[in-house]
């Protein structure tokens, strides 16, 4: 009978050693979570982070680089420091710092690195290199900051800072870790993998202390960093310097287009600051100052910024109007019978060309009540839907009412009324008419545009109807590769025939018209357009475009100067030494640039949000 | 009786001993795959090798060797004559450990002898097996007498307690695996039951709170009675034994509690609530059986390789060549690896299990039983306390982790029974 007990014994024995296979096939087979937390243990991950890309202006002058700069890491248990105050002289922090950081430290972990001083400057690190060896268990690790040559340009460039929670959530690649700095704004952004280039990664194995033990996996699965490409932009440095010096203590944009290439020479967004403010180890003081001031020095105002474009819109109104066949250069219009005001000009003889180089109100009024009701029918409210179709159709050729794709992140479409539009805001379809919507004729009511759309408008009157689509980036790398896009012209659907009238009229308007002496250049033939943009507060914003000189054009410009009245005032004399310095190197009308440079309209700017949306993302 | 020792040579049971070469081998190899360091390969000839773990298990296991010689070289008769003495020898041995002995990692229960050091509480297992097993030899005993259990109880209950009183509860509770011995040689069911029942008690009284054991035992006790026979369930005095039953329950579970709470000391107490909840004291003793689960779980399937783990060889799991040997065969050879180790283990335990009913004298039966409950109950704990179903108790797993005194008491303790063995048909059957 004792006999048997042998089984019962082996039975039990058996029972345990079938508990410990489940017990182990579900640690080892189906539970997956120690696998991972045994690479998080035993392999290190070190990652190499490239130097971000270079930026060139279009004479190849260097314009952000990159300076090194070096942590100091503390690794408690070999940290051996005999004499403390000299270190705290050395490393420049006080006994208090230096307790508190190390305590800090190992309660973090005694046998990892802790970062213990952030951002020493090349100059302190090369004061400590020597002395490093006195102090075990602190090491320095490198990384960088982007460095600026010049203050101008800084909203356009955007900048650099460490990658934020909810974009780190967003980014579809996982790419980006805590900590990695990402390019938030300006061509910082838009061409941020192209800067970055792709951090490399080193796995090492380590063991329980955290020391180094050799490659894992051979180094198979390393990857070698590859460094950031190079931006070479079309920006004139130069001219851009000038530019922002004339947009001094004003609001506004100054935008400047090649217009054979669409190449962007010179884009001002001002109030602006100092770009390096933004990049040094005081980023969140700086940031938080910048991004409280009530003149938003942050945003990029020309893409982005809205503004009605006053008058400058007439000579859209006159080139639709031919290209439709409603207008020739020979239809007169006198100022009876319009709701709109003139200025005081000879209308004895109101045709086109007198109409643009006098900014004709009336004219433009009767010229648009034509171009809508021209070959309709029906009743008034169906004949202005079917010419308002027509009309907004050709308009947007132009680039009004869409993005123009610029390679910035933060472009706005703007708004170009069509008969949806009006639909909607009036609740329904001939519910509105003409009488209703002729603000649209001198460019105002619910028009809605950028300076940079300007500035490329300007561009397609130099080049007779097309344009080539604004961008700030001629190459990118070595190879200076570029989008194709950038290269291919985009014709606005009207007829080089019908731009002689237009470019005579706006030179008459330089000459003896509606700007002023200051905006005239003795030797350059320019051809320009002032606007008077209304606002809901404050005073008019003043806007002009132009393009120089008028036979082969080299460069065409759109100022906006915010509540600075008529545009003849402020922003065609702000243009026309823009202008004077690019095409001659030099500016002869000296009194004009102090005038202007020291002029300031901040007194009648109003604190108002000038985008819907501010551009940061808040 | 005059037997030659090319006879016993060809009696030993060659399978038993290739069981125990292969157990020792993989032993060693994972106690060399945990110090192996791949940027520094030491070979077995490099002089410095010797001072490493698995240059030092190489001598234990050559020293080994010569045990097995020195025990076939003894008359098999011995163990049976100086059982008591030697009994004897390892008592007065544990009793002067506190005077005599120094401290090993942290543990004061060791022998030095030059740079040798012994626990004799590894040997007194054997000892106690012997003293045991000569014992139950006499015809007179009966393990259902309660004055021959006294007696049985009393030789396993004296080292034990000098063990405890040593501080190594783990090396003493090995002590309880010679129930088995004694259950196969007639101690009635109801002690080994008894115990069983006593753990299950004590596991339950930790994990479950008292009103719910109080339910399941009323419950068990409803369907108890609901059973019994009608005549049965009308006497009064079965309500009073259930009431009486479920109120001893939940009193020894009170005392559990109370036990665990009051009685223990604190690291012994910590060594349970880690077994509950892994998470508590993640950097101490839950760091242990955290880092030991996580070296086992990343094994996989096939494992990582041999010589290919990450968690044993860079000193994840502490103890990782003694008491935690089994996470680098979880890591390095994975799932298949363990169970086959696990298979093994259980094959060469049903080996001595049947070569000990093959005895014809009680003594070495008894005695192969003592063999094969030691064994267990460590292979038990110390697997156990790896994948976290067991408490941390410092206790080896046999022919496998690295240690002189563990070898040295493991080879000692089977190979005296293989030689018994090898001479069971000289044996006299009583």
């Keep these: 009978m004792l006999e048997g007990r042998r089984i019962v014994i082996f039975l039990v024995f058996a029972a345990i050693g079938m508990v410990f296979i489940g017990k182990l096939f579900y640690l080892q087979m189906v539970d997956n979570t120690y696998e991972k937390a045994a690479d998080n243990n035993a392999i290190r991950k070190i990652i190499q982070i490239p130097f971000r890309g270079e930026v060139y202006d279009r004479h190849g002058k260097l314009i952000v680089y990159n300076t ?19 270190f705290c002289a050395l490393f420049n922090v006080t006994k208090g710092y230096f307790d508190s950081t190390m305590h800090r430290a190992r309660v973090y972990s005694r046998v990892k690195p802790f970062l213990f001083l952030k951002h020493l400057s090349k100059e302190d690190f090369a004061r400590i290199q020597d002395a490093m060896v006195d102090y075990p268990g602190f090491s320095i690790s490198t990384s960088a900051f982007r460095t600026y040559q010049s203050k101008a340009l800084s909203n356009a460039l955007g900048y650099v800072a460490e990658i934020n929670p909810n974009s780190l959530v ?21 061409y941020e993998e192209s800067l970055r280039g792709n ?15 050799g490659e894992y996996k051979k180094g198979q699965l390393d990857i070698n960093p590859t460094a950031g490409q190079n931006l070479y932009t079309s ?21 400047a287009i090649e217009p054979s290439t669409g190449e962007v020479l010179t884009m001002v967004s001002a109030p602006s600051y100092d770009p390096s403010l933004l990049a040094g180890r005081n980023f969140s003081t700086y940031y938080r100052q910048l991004a409280l001031d009530p003149l938003k020095p942050l945003i990029n105002r020309p893409p982005s910024a809205y503004y009605r474009p006053g008058s400058t819109f007439k000579l859209v109104q006159a080139l639709v109007g031919m290209q439709l066949g409603s207008l020739t250069p020979a239809s007169v219009f006198t100022h009876a019978g319009a709701p709109v005001k003139c200025h005081n000009h000879n209308t004895s003889h109101n045709d086109l060309h007198n109409a643009i180089q006098w900014s004709c109100n009336p004219y433009f009024y009767h010229a648009f009540r034509k171009i809508l009701y021209d070959n309709t029918n029906g009743n008034t409210y169906e004949r202005s839907a079917q010419g308002l179709q027509r009309w907004s159709d050709l308009v947007a050729n132009f680039g009004f009412g869409r993005k123009l794709g610029v390679d910035l992140n933060n472009e706005k479409k703007g708004n170009l009324p069509n008969v949806e539009y009006y639909n909607k805001v009036y609740k329904g379809e001939n519910t509105w008419k003409f009488s209703n919507i002729y603000s649209l004729s001198i460019g105002e009511g619910e028009l809605v545009v950028s300076p940079l759309k300007m500035a490329n408008f300007a561009a397609i009157l130099a080049n007779k109807g097309w344009y080539i689509p604004p961008h700030l980036v001629k190459g990118v790398g070595d190879k200076k590769t570029i989008d194709p896009f950038y290269k291919t012209p985009v014709s606005v659907g009207v007829d080089a ?30 051809c320009g357009k002032t606007g008077t943009s209304q606002n809901q507060k404050g005073k008019d914003h003043s806007v002009f475009i132009a393009f120089a000189p008028k036979d082969n054009p080299k460069i065409a410009i759109a100022v906006f100067v915010e509540n600075a009245g008529f545009g003849g005032f402020a922003a065609a004399p702000i243009a026309s030494l823009i202008i004077e310095k690019y095409l001659k190197g030099r500016v002869d009308r000296k009194d004009v640039e102090t005038k202007f440079m020291n002029m300031s309209y901040l007194a009648n700017v109003t604190y108002r949000r000038p985008v819907k949306k501010d551009s940061l993302g808040k | 009786m005059n037997s030659s020792s090319s006879n016993q040579i060809v009696k030993l049971d060659w399978l038993t001993v290739a069981m125990y070469a292969l157990f020792v081998l993989l032993g060693w190899m994972s106690v060399y795959s945990a110090v192996y360091n791949p940027e520094a390969p030491l070979g077995i000839f490099d002089e410095a090798f010797y001072t490493g773990n698995a240059g030092k298990q190489l001598i234990w296991i050559g020293t080994s060797f010569i045990l097995i010689m020195l025990i076939f070289a003894l008359d098999f008769r011995f163990f049976e004559s100086f059982a008591l003495i030697i009994y004897v020898a390892f008592i007065l041995l544990l009793i002067a450990v506190p005077f005599l002995g120094v401290t090993v990692n942290g543990s004061h229960s060791w022998f030095k002898y030059g740079s040798v050091t012994i626990q004799p509480a590894e040997f007194s297992k054997t000892a ?11 015809p007179q005993v009966s393990l259902t007498r309660i004055k021959n259990q006294a007696i049985a109880a009393a030789i396993v209950a004296l080292p034990m307690l000098l063990i405890i009183g040593s501080n190594e509860t783990g090396s003493a509770l090995v002590f309880a695996s010679f129930i088995i011995l004694l259950y196969r040689e007639g101690l009635p069911g109801e002690f080994p039951g008894l115990l069983i029942g006593m753990i299950l008690l004590f596991v339950s009284s930790l994990l479950m709170k008292p009103l719910s054991i109080f339910l399941v035992l009323v419950a068990f006790a409803g369907i108890f009675i609901l059973i019994l026979p009608i005549y049965e369930r009308r006497k009064p005095s079965t309500y009073l034994r259930a009431v009486a039953a479920i109120a001893i329950i939940m009193s020894l579970s009170t005392l559990v509690d109370f036990g665990v709470n009051h009685v223990l000391k604190e690291h012994q107490r910590n060594r349970i609530k880690v077994l509950l909840d892994p998470s508590f004291d993640r950097r101490g003793l839950g760091y242990q059986v955290t880092q030991s689960k996580i070296a086992i779980g990343s094994g996989g399937f096939w494992g990582k390789g041999y010589l290919g783990g990450t968690q044993t060889k860079f000193d994840f799991v502490p103890e990782q060549s003694t008491d935690f040997i089994f996470c680098t065969i979880g890591e390095e050879f994975g799932f298949m690896g363990v169970m086959g180790v696990i298979v093994l283990f259980l094959f060469f335990l049903w080996r001595l299990l049947y070569l000990a009913d093959q005895q014809r004298s009680r003594f070495a039966r008894a005695y192969g039983f003592g063999v094969a409950g030691i064994l267990f109950f460590h292979f038990l704990v110390n697997i156990g306390m790896t994948i976290g179903l ?9 022919f496998f982790s690295y240690g002189g005194s563990s070898l040295w008491s493991f080879t000692i303790l089977l190979f005296i029974f293989l030689k018994l063995d090898s001479h069971r048909s000289d044996m006299l059957s009583r």
Excluded: C, W
Excluded at chain 1, 170 to 190: M, N
Excluded at chain 1, 199 to 213: A, L, P, Q
Excluded at chain 1, 235 to 255: C, F, N, P, T, W
Excluded at chain 1, 501 to 509: E, K, S, T, W
């Design chain 1, 68 to 86: 090194p700069i070096y942590d100091l890491y503390v690794t408690p248990r070999k940290a051996v420091v005999n004499d403390t105050n000299r």
């Design chain 1, 170 to 190: 967003d980014q579809p690649d996982d790419y980006y870790r805590q900590g990695d700095y990402v390019g938030i704004s300006g061509l910082e952004a838009f």
């Design chain 1, 199 to 213: 951090r490399g990664v080193k796995y090492r194995m380590v063991n329980s202390n955290g020391v180094e033990k």
């Design chain 1, 235 to 255: 920006i004139d440095i130069r001219l851009q310097e000038y530019a922002d010096s004339l947009m001094m203590h004003k609001v506004g944009s100054v935008v």
């Design chain 1, 497 to 526: 025939k019908y731009f002689g009238v237009v470019h005579q009229g706006m030179l008459d308007a330089v000459l003896h018209g509606t700007v002023g002496g200051d905006g005239k250049i003795p030797d350059i033939q320019m």
């Design chain 2, 128 to 138: 106690t097996a012997l003293l045991l097993a000569k014992y139950l030899n006499d």
């Design chain 2, 390 to 398: 067991m408490p941390i108790m410092g206790i080896p797993l046999p």
